[in-house]
Protein backbone atom coordinates (compact mmCIF):
# COMPACT_ATOMS: atom_id res chain seq x y z
CA UNK A 1 0.00 0.00 0.00
CA UNK A 2 1.42 3.31 -1.07
CA UNK A 3 2.12 5.98 1.86
CA UNK A 4 1.19 9.58 2.32
CA UNK A 5 2.80 11.77 -0.92
CA UNK A 6 3.72 15.05 -0.45
CA UNK A 7 5.52 17.57 -3.14
CA UNK A 8 7.35 19.25 -3.02
CA UNK A 9 10.09 18.17 -0.36
CA UNK A 10 12.15 20.89 -0.12
CA UNK A 11 11.50 24.68 -0.86
CA UNK A 12 13.25 28.15 -0.41
CA UNK A 13 11.36 31.53 -0.57
CA UNK A 14 12.08 34.88 0.35
CA UNK A 15 9.27 36.64 2.51
CA UNK A 16 6.18 37.90 1.25
CA UNK A 17 6.50 35.43 -1.54
CA UNK A 18 4.26 32.59 -1.86
CA UNK A 19 4.10 28.80 -1.91
CA UNK A 20 2.00 26.12 -2.13
CA UNK A 21 2.10 22.32 -1.12
CA UNK A 22 0.54 19.43 -2.34
CA UNK A 23 -0.71 16.24 -0.33
CA UNK A 24 -2.07 12.52 -2.00
CA UNK A 25 -3.52 10.83 1.20
CA UNK A 26 -3.26 7.13 1.46
CA UNK A 27 -6.09 5.60 -0.98
CA UNK A 28 -9.10 5.44 0.77
CA UNK A 29 -8.20 7.64 3.80
CA UNK A 30 -11.42 9.81 4.35
CA UNK A 31 -9.15 12.11 7.15
CA UNK A 32 -6.40 14.59 5.71
CA UNK A 33 -4.36 16.60 8.33
CA UNK A 34 -1.70 19.27 7.55
CA UNK A 35 0.60 20.05 10.74
CA UNK A 36 3.28 22.65 10.79
CA UNK A 37 6.13 21.18 12.87
CA UNK A 38 8.68 24.13 13.79
CA UNK A 39 12.19 22.73 14.38
CA UNK A 40 12.18 21.45 18.10
CA UNK A 41 8.84 21.61 18.66
CA UNK A 42 6.24 18.74 17.80
CA UNK A 43 3.74 19.26 15.48
CA UNK A 44 0.83 21.52 15.56
CA UNK A 45 -2.35 20.68 13.28
CA UNK A 46 -3.20 23.23 10.70
CA UNK A 47 -6.11 22.04 9.31
CA UNK A 48 -8.26 18.62 9.21
CA UNK A 49 -10.67 17.02 6.15
CA UNK A 50 -12.90 15.27 6.41
CA UNK A 51 -13.64 13.85 2.92
CA UNK A 52 -13.71 17.53 1.46
CA UNK A 53 -15.24 19.32 4.69
CA UNK A 54 -12.89 21.29 7.14
CA UNK A 55 -13.47 19.58 10.42
CA UNK A 56 -10.96 21.50 11.99
CA UNK A 57 -9.09 24.61 11.06
CA UNK A 58 -9.03 26.77 14.23
CA UNK A 59 -4.88 27.05 14.59
CA UNK A 60 -4.59 27.92 10.55
CA UNK A 61 -3.21 31.62 10.38
CA UNK A 62 -6.62 32.41 7.67
CA UNK A 63 -4.84 35.93 6.92
CA UNK A 64 -2.04 33.72 4.89
CA UNK A 65 -2.93 30.24 5.46
CA UNK A 66 -5.34 28.69 2.69
CA UNK A 67 -6.04 25.42 2.25
CA UNK A 68 -8.59 23.07 0.05
CA UNK A 69 -9.06 19.55 -0.74
CA UNK A 70 -11.10 19.32 -3.93
CA UNK A 71 -12.97 15.87 -4.09
CA UNK A 72 -12.36 14.79 -1.50
CA UNK A 73 -8.61 13.04 -2.14
CA UNK A 74 -5.35 15.45 -3.00
CA UNK A 75 -5.22 18.59 -1.24
CA UNK A 76 -3.01 22.00 -1.21
CA UNK A 77 -1.91 23.88 1.96
CA UNK A 78 -0.78 27.38 0.71
CA UNK A 79 0.74 30.34 2.08
CA UNK A 80 0.70 33.76 0.89
CA UNK A 81 2.52 36.10 1.83
CA UNK A 82 5.37 33.86 3.54
CA UNK A 83 6.75 35.34 6.65
CA UNK A 84 10.55 34.07 8.29
CA UNK A 85 8.52 32.27 11.01
CA UNK A 86 6.92 30.45 8.65
CA UNK A 87 10.03 28.41 8.22
CA UNK A 88 9.06 25.04 9.03
CA UNK A 89 8.24 21.48 8.09
CA UNK A 90 5.01 20.31 6.85
CA UNK A 91 3.44 17.66 7.46
CA UNK A 92 0.33 15.65 5.79
CA UNK A 93 -1.45 12.86 7.41
CA UNK A 94 -4.22 10.70 6.75
CA UNK A 95 -6.36 8.46 7.96
CA UNK A 96 -9.38 6.09 7.76
CA UNK A 97 -11.44 7.59 10.76
CA UNK A 98 -9.74 9.90 13.19
CA UNK A 99 -7.36 8.51 15.15
CA UNK A 100 -4.48 6.55 13.56
CA UNK A 101 -2.86 8.50 11.36
CA UNK A 102 0.04 8.28 9.21
CA UNK A 103 2.42 10.96 7.68
CA UNK A 104 4.06 11.80 4.89
CA UNK A 105 7.59 12.96 4.58
CA UNK A 106 6.81 16.50 4.99
CA UNK A 107 8.04 19.47 2.60
CA UNK A 108 10.93 21.49 4.41
CA UNK A 109 10.21 25.09 4.01
CA UNK A 110 12.86 28.36 4.04
CA UNK A 111 11.76 31.36 4.27
CA UNK A 112 14.73 33.70 4.00
CA UNK B 1 -0.56 25.82 30.25
CA UNK B 2 0.49 23.38 27.45
CA UNK B 3 -2.56 20.47 26.32
CA UNK B 4 0.56 18.08 26.38
CA UNK B 5 3.76 18.22 28.74
CA UNK B 6 6.54 15.92 27.63
CA UNK B 7 10.30 15.78 29.31
CA UNK B 8 12.30 16.94 26.54
CA UNK B 9 15.23 14.92 27.70
CA UNK B 10 17.67 13.51 26.49
CA UNK B 11 16.82 10.37 28.00
CA UNK B 12 20.29 8.08 27.81
CA UNK B 13 19.70 4.58 28.45
CA UNK B 14 22.13 0.80 27.88
CA UNK B 15 21.53 -1.27 24.91
CA UNK B 16 19.12 -4.30 26.67
CA UNK B 17 17.59 -1.87 29.32
CA UNK B 18 13.95 -0.74 30.05
CA UNK B 19 13.42 3.29 28.53
CA UNK B 20 10.37 4.50 29.98
CA UNK B 21 8.77 7.68 28.47
CA UNK B 22 6.55 9.81 30.04
CA UNK B 23 3.59 12.54 29.16
CA UNK B 24 1.29 14.23 30.62
CA UNK B 25 -2.01 16.21 29.81
CA UNK B 26 -4.35 18.85 31.21
CA UNK B 27 -7.81 18.10 29.21
CA UNK B 28 -9.74 15.32 30.81
CA UNK B 29 -12.34 15.06 28.45
CA UNK B 30 -8.98 13.43 26.21
CA UNK B 31 -10.32 10.28 24.03
CA UNK B 32 -7.11 8.87 22.84
CA UNK B 33 -3.80 8.93 23.41
CA UNK B 34 -0.61 7.78 20.68
CA UNK B 35 3.01 7.34 21.09
CA UNK B 36 4.63 8.06 17.70
CA UNK B 37 8.47 7.98 17.24
CA UNK B 38 10.78 10.13 15.10
CA UNK B 39 13.85 9.91 13.65
CA UNK B 40 15.82 13.01 12.90
CA UNK B 41 14.93 14.48 9.49
CA UNK B 42 11.96 12.25 9.16
CA UNK B 43 8.42 11.92 9.50
CA UNK B 44 6.69 10.67 12.45
CA UNK B 45 5.66 7.47 12.65
CA UNK B 46 3.30 6.10 14.85
CA UNK B 47 3.99 2.99 17.71
CA UNK B 48 1.05 2.59 19.27
CA UNK B 49 -2.38 4.24 20.27
CA UNK B 50 -4.01 3.64 23.38
CA UNK B 51 -8.14 4.30 24.64
CA UNK B 52 -8.94 2.70 27.62
CA UNK B 53 -6.73 2.95 31.55
CA UNK B 54 -4.70 0.19 31.96
CA UNK B 55 -1.75 -0.86 29.88
CA UNK B 56 -1.42 -2.11 26.06
CA UNK B 57 1.18 -4.41 25.04
CA UNK B 58 2.70 -4.67 21.08
CA UNK B 59 5.90 -6.59 21.41
CA UNK B 60 8.44 -4.56 23.24
CA UNK B 61 6.41 -1.86 24.09
CA UNK B 62 4.13 -1.12 26.13
CA UNK B 63 1.57 2.07 26.59
CA UNK B 64 -0.03 3.50 30.15
CA UNK B 65 -2.99 5.34 30.43
CA UNK B 66 -3.97 6.89 33.77
CA UNK B 67 -7.02 9.11 33.11
CA UNK B 68 -7.13 9.73 36.98
CA UNK B 69 -3.54 10.83 36.79
CA UNK B 70 -3.78 12.43 33.34
CA UNK B 71 -0.76 10.99 32.12
CA UNK B 72 0.57 8.07 29.64
CA UNK B 73 3.79 6.50 29.28
CA UNK B 74 5.91 3.91 27.12
CA UNK B 75 8.03 1.66 28.09
CA UNK B 76 10.90 0.13 25.81
CA UNK B 77 11.91 -3.02 26.47
CA UNK B 78 15.17 -4.54 25.25
CA UNK B 79 16.23 -1.28 24.25
CA UNK B 80 17.99 -1.40 21.15
CA UNK B 81 20.39 1.45 19.36
CA UNK B 82 18.18 1.49 16.47
CA UNK B 83 15.43 2.95 19.13
CA UNK B 84 17.32 6.05 19.53
CA UNK B 85 14.70 8.94 18.39
CA UNK B 86 12.71 11.61 19.13
CA UNK B 87 9.43 10.21 20.72
CA UNK B 88 6.47 11.98 20.75
CA UNK B 89 2.99 11.95 22.85
CA UNK B 90 -0.05 13.09 21.32
CA UNK B 91 -3.79 13.38 22.11
CA UNK B 92 -7.27 13.67 20.80
CA UNK B 93 -9.81 15.56 22.34
CA UNK B 94 -12.61 17.36 20.41
CA UNK B 95 -11.65 17.79 16.91
CA UNK B 96 -8.10 18.58 17.43
CA UNK B 97 -5.20 16.49 18.09
CA UNK B 98 -2.19 17.66 20.33
CA UNK B 99 1.42 16.70 20.04
CA UNK B 100 3.72 17.15 23.04
CA UNK B 101 6.95 18.65 21.97
CA UNK B 102 8.87 14.98 21.90
CA UNK B 103 11.45 13.25 24.44
CA UNK B 104 14.78 12.59 22.54
CA UNK B 105 16.24 9.21 23.71
CA UNK B 106 19.56 7.19 22.95
CA UNK B 107 20.08 3.91 23.55
CA UNK B 108 23.97 3.42 23.84
CA UNK B 109 25.40 0.06 22.79
Known amino acids: EAGVAQSPRYKIIEKRQSVAFWCNPISGHATLYWYQQILGQGPKLLIQFQNNGVVDDSQLPKDRFSAERLKGVDSTLKIQPAKLEDSAVYLCASSLGTDEQYFGPGTRLTVT | QKEVEQNSGPLSVPEGAIASLNCTYSDRGSQSFFWYRQYSGKSPELIMFIYSNGDKEDGRFTAQLNKASQYVSLLIRDSQPSDSATYLC?????????FGTGTSLTVIP
Open chain 2, 90 to 98: ALHTGNQFY
